[in-house]
């Protein structure tokens, strides 16, 4: 009894660390290389920003004063933790990037970019406050801050370029959405 079971157990493992080795050979065989920044189609995809000041002085926001003396408008003021801005994230800085595929997680090198963003690790599920996750179809990334929401994306477009889309929400401001094309390097 023990002995079938210990065999139903291994031959259990085995399918599933096969299943899970073919699916990362999958995933890697689409996104794991050297990928280069194509300017141009990254220029055709440019956003322009929407800079428009509106009559209230900002988006949202009303202040309201009587003889010079601000009064609460009752909606707290609840923003950046540090006075410190944060800086893009790697993706939008770097012009080359270099993609790993591992069974569970992926590492993306950005060697233009120094100090601790210069490596991207991406791991399964939810890590450290950031939830990623991948298939053949995209690799996303999604975290948030005291001061910002953003979401990252990876996918492969019909002509076989690698579409990188960054979408950055700060608090009392429109969503941006970033774009870079890049191409795989022979």
């Known amino acids: 009894m023990k002995l079938g079971y210990l065999a ?10 096969n299943s899970i080795i073919a699916a990362t050979n999958a995933v890697a065989e689409k996104y794991a290389g050297e990928w280069v920044i194509n300017v141009a189609e990254t220029d055709l995809l440019r956003e322009e920003l929407d800079e428009k000041p509106t009559v209230l002085g900002g988006p949202g926001r009303v202040s309201v004063s009587v003889l010079g003396l601000p009064i609460p408008t009752g909606r707290s003021k609840v923003g950046a ?4 801005t944060a800086a893009d994230p790697a993706v939008l800085r770097s012009r080359t990037m270099f993609i790993t595929v591992m069974p569970t997680k992926i590492q993306i090198d950005y060697p233009e970019v120094g100090g601790v963003d210069a490596k991207e690790v991406l791991r399964k599920g939810h890590y450290r406050g950031r ?3 991948w298939s053949q179809k995209k690799i996303e ?3 948030k801050t005291t001061e910002r929401k953003v979401a990252k994306t990876w996918s492969i ?3 076989g370029r690698l579409l990188a ?3 950055i929400k700060n608090p009392g401001s429109k969503k941006r959405t970033f774009s870079r094309v890049f191409d795989k390097s022979q």
């Open 81 to 84: 933790q540090s006075p410190l």
């Open 131 to 133: 939830d990623s996750k």
């Open 165 to 167: 889309v960054v979408t």
């Open 157 to 159: 477009r019909g002509d």
């Open 141 to 143: 990334q999604k975290y």
């Open 8 to 17: 139903l157990l291994t031959c259990l493992a085995t399918f599933c660390s």
